[in-house]
């Protein structure tokens, strides 16, 4: 619970209004547990240039399963420096 509350207590409290300055990517969990579908396509809807990426475990799924999310954001990172 700890790590959880130093993850939670570091993220803005407040979106961008407008689109952003540069592209963006965005993980999320795939089981709905906190972010829900509508939240997901509402911020697609928001943030065109954002690429989004389903993961399939729970909202703390870089706690849950670390090496796989790592491994994802270094594919995302590998795919995008081409």
Known sequence: PLVE???FKTLPAVLPKGPL???SH???SAKWEV???KDVNWL???YHSTSFYPFDAGHMF???QPKEAA???KQILEAKSK
């Open 62 to 64: 870089p706690l849950e």
């Open 44 to 46: 697609k809807g928001r």
């Open 21 to 23: 300055a540069v592209a």
């Open 26 to 28: 965005f993980i999320y």
């Open 35 to 37: 972010l829900k579908e």
């Open 71 to 73: 491994q994802l954001v």
């Open 5 to 7: 509350y130093y993850i």
